[in-house]
């Protein structure tokens, strides 16, 4: 095993971290991360979870051996000085070591794995927003699909508030691999009617006794399975998964940072909150 | 796939649309506004459920809304899809299976609370926030389109309110009447969200009405419009119910008739302004706002046929008035508990016993502060010409506090409850309109918590949910107890009823749930099709 402090990190460990740290909600509330949301932190804070702890929680901390860090309720609600500590001491009782890295290199990775779990647009983001807009709207085709604020297509989700709902790294994986996370009501099917009508469109609901269909057309069909001859599931995502070629890196980070920035409301009583406490 | 939504994106406005001609009409398959209809009349043409056949009318599907708590939704349907509204949330349910369509969430409204519907319009569905902002949404998907703030929440204002969707325009009030805020009802463009107008309840200094509010500082003295309204479409006239003065149960900061709380006011629908009001409580302090729904029927009237507003008032008295001028015909009370007036004059004024005023030792008054109806939804069946009104018997204790309020705070300057050893009782009326009278009546027993209202059906039924938890079906004409069904909890909305591919349901919120009842079928053995993939 490698040396690094973050190796042998093990199922639960983080989860754990609330019932299991000792240090005050006092001192917890004095410490502030001092590299919270920079850019260049979080990057070299991906680079030493890599190193380090992916082996537990995954390449992209998606979870493995040790939880899942990139969705994570837990940390989600932990501010910035507890998901310190954790790294830094470890959860006692648990597989999780504690690390010696030095306060400026935990920090890093404290920032990569916050923004796992922070809506897009409270993430700092490189990239262009209006070459994002035109790759979305133009050359993207993002928008046959896909509608913001009432502007596009309807077969895909409904993008309006995707900065608030996906973190950037989400983002990112649902553009280059759509297929991956797939249902939610967007499933290309093909029913075939007993009187032989063929109806092709999204399913938004699929039961044992019933399948509902919005068609190419907008229009919906609520089917009575019982009236079917034969129900086809599309086995990938209608959404292109050739993105990561078919778009520059420069412009997937330009469509990134737009989406990142589209939500209903820029700030709220509760987004501010989330903002401060990831300052402090 | 992206020629395929091409071609959808351009074809989606193909679909079927909204239309205001039909909501106008009576509701037939659909129920496509709060109330059915903009009478306000909650009758329903439909006949497959009717006095014989509602025997057989067993549960079909339960729709859970996940986190839901107490659902006050009316739900609206149109083409066989019926929507629904939570805390900040829309569902769009297949209305035949109960199976989800789509769900809208709004995670970042700064309030949380109860809601009471949706309005359709065209191809959107229009709902409001708890926190005030009216919101658009494609109906077909649920995609967001616009939302437009109509209402500070940091000065009191919330919103529960199903909106009111008109020919081209939505139209919003607001609730938050204990904290002082300056109640108003605005309509917005339903394309653009750009207001149209704005009618406030409270009107400003040197404007008509102000003088009547003494030494509070107006314009804030609540006059929320936290329900629905009605409409007359060949009037074009909006008639919408105001709330209580503020504070609720103080009035010593406020002497006069506080203007226009309490009332109906009627608003030319195309700008908002007062056509006429007609106050029911003035210088109300026991918090009878005036928002049980205003119902618009066309009856004969001293030998003429008029248009006339039926409102069973919480304080006491149901009263008629000409929907046109605004011109009091007559009131009558329909409870038996009712102390704080002896009548009401040929003017429509109540003639107002003395000592009535909360106290701050407190003072029994009837009807209680929940009044003798509330917002649960009567219904009127031009069969039966008759009213159908959750009614309350019972008298509280009002206590009232002395103080100097400040604006937008919440104060209500005392408070009222329930006598020890004099519970209330709910009773189902079939009023009369003209004389108040009940022709049967149905007595509930339960707690007296409930908040359910009613249909009426041309089937001959009122439905409705009684005060112990169970859905109700009665024979509109003589009260004969029908169909009942155990919902096991407090009900707090109002049932209504659809048809979808020829066969008649019956609908209702409850808890965290929304039931739907259909008349019974044999299962038959089902073949699933081929299926590839899940």
């Known amino acids: 095993m490698a040396s690094s402090p973050c190796k042998r990190v093990v199922p639960c460990a983080l989860l754990c971290t609330a019932l299991c740290m000792a240090q005050s909600s006092r001192t917890h509330a004095q410490v502030k991360s001092p590299l919270a949301g920079q850019i260049a932190a979080i990057k070299a804070g991906q680079h030493r979870f890599q190193e380090g702890c992916a082996g537990c929680h995954g390449a992209n901390a998606e979870g493995g051996r040790g939880p899942d860090l990139a969705d994570n309720r837990t940390i989600k609600r932990m501010n910035a000085a507890k998901l310190f500590d954790t790294i830094r001491h470890g959860v006692p009782g648990t597989e999780m070591p504690p690390s010696s890295m030095p306060d400026e290199n935990i920090w890093e990775v404290a920032a990569f794995i916050r923004s796992l779990n922070t809506a897009a647009f409270e993430t700092p983001v490189e990239g262009d927003l209006g070459r994002g807009r035109a790759v979305f709207f133009g050359s993207g085709g ?126 709220t009583e509760r987004t501010a909150e989330r903002s401060r406490r990831e300052a402090n | 796939m992206r020629a395929l939504g091409l071609l959808a994106l351009f074809a989606l406005y193909l679909s079927g ?75 769009a349910i297949d209305a035949s299976t109960g199976r989800k369509i789509w769900i809208y969430r709004n ?42 703030q109509f209402a500070d929440a940091s000065k009191g204002y919330y919103a529960t309110l199903a909106p009111l969707a008109l020919k081209d325009s939505v139209v919003v009030g607001v609730s938050g009447g204990e904290s002082g805020m300056r109640g108003f009802v605005a309509a917005y463009s339903a394309s653009t969200g750009k207001q149209l107008w704005r009618f406030y309840t409270i009107p400003a200094k040197g404007e008509p009405g102000s003088k009547t509010w003494d030494k509070l500082d107006t314009p804030y003295g609540g006059g929320p419009t936290w329900m629905t309204g009605t409409f007359d479409p060949e009037l074009n006239m909006l008639y919408w119910m105001t709330g209580n003065p503020w504070p609720d149960y103080y009035g010593g ?64 008295f149901l009263y008629v008035l000409d929907r046109v001028t605004g011109k009091f015909l007559k009131a009558n009370p329909f409870v038996q508990k009712l102390t704080w007036a002896t009548g009401i004059d040929a003017q429509g004024r109540p003639i107002v016993n003395s000592d009535i005023d909360p106290t701050p030792g407190g003072r029994k008054v009837c009807p209680a502060t929940r009044g003798a109806t509330n917002w649960m939804s009567p219904s009127f069946s031009p069969e039966t010409k008759l009213l159908y009104v959750p009614t309350l018997e019972q008298c509280d204790k009002y206590v009232g506090i002395q103080h100097n309020p400040p604006p937008m705070h919440r104060l209500d300057g005392g408070g009222a409850g329930p006598i020890p050893g004099e519970p209330g009782q709910f009773f189902l009326r079939a009023l009369n309109p003209l004389t108040g009278k009940w022709r049967w009546q149905y007595a509930m027993v339960g707690p007296a918590t409930m908040w359910s209202g009613t249909v009426s059906t041309a089937g001959g039924l009122v439905i409705f949910g009684n005060d112990e938890g169970q859905l109700v079906a009665l024979d509109a004409s003589t009260g004969r107890d029908l169909w009942h069904y155990n919902m096991g909890q407090t009900l707090t909305a109002s049932p209504i009823t659809f048809s979808v591919q020829g066969k008649q349901y019956v609908s209702i919120a409850a808890g965290m749930n929304i039931f739907t009842f259909g008349l019974f079928e044999p299962a038959v053995p089902f073949v699933p099709p081929t299926q590839l993939g899940y």
């Open chain 1, 142 to 267: 993002c928008s046959n699909c896909h509608m913001i604020r009432g502007r596009g297509g309807f077969l895909g989700p409904d993008l309006t508030n995707i900065g608030f709902s996906s973190s950037i790294a989400q983002l990112r994986e649902n553009i280059l691999h759509p297929s991956n996370k797939r249902g939610g009501g967007f499933r290309s099917v093909t029913v075939v009617l007993k009187n032989d009508t063929r109806i092709e469109g999204i399913a938004k609901d699929n039961s044992n006794y019933s399948i509902q269909i919005l068609d190419t057309h907008g229009h919906l069909h609520l089917l009575n399975k019982a009236r079917l001859k034969e129900v086809v599931f599309a086995p990938k995502s209608p959404m292109p998964d050739t993105y990561g070629e078919t778009l520059s890196p420069q412009d997937l980070q330009n469509l990134v940072a737009f989406l990142s920035r589209q939500v209903i409301r820029p700030q």
């Open chain 2, 17 to 91: 649309q909204v239309r205001y001609s039909d909501i106008s009409k009576s509701p037939t398959d659909n129920w496509l506004t709060y109330n059915g209809d903009y009478s306000g009349q909650r009758y329903s043409p439909l006949t497959q459920i009717n006095r014989k056949t509602v025997a057989d009318l067993v549960p079909k599907w339960t729709y859970h809304v996940r986190g839901a708590r107490r659902l006050e939704t009316t739900p609206l349907v149109f083409d066989g899809v019926m929507y629904i509204t939570g805390s900040n949330e829309v569902d």
């Open chain 2, 107 to 148: 995670g970042l409204a700064g309030r949380h609370g109860l809601n009471r519907g949706v309005a359709l319009l065209g191809n959107s569905v229009f709902f409001v926030s708890g926190d005030c902002h009216l919101v658009a949404l494609q109906r077909s998907t649920g995609a967001f389109l616009w939302e437009k």
């Open chain 2, 253 to 316: 900061a406020r002497k006069g008739d506080d203007l226009y709380t309490d009332s109906v006011v009627a608003l030319d629908a195309g700008t908002g302004k007062l056509r006429w009001y007609f106050q029911f409580t003035p210088h109300d302090t026991h918090d009878w706002d005036a928002e049980s729904i205003p119902v618009l029927v066309d009856l004969e009237y001293q030998g003429k046929m008029r248009r006339l507003l039926l409102d069973a008032n919480r304080n006491g």
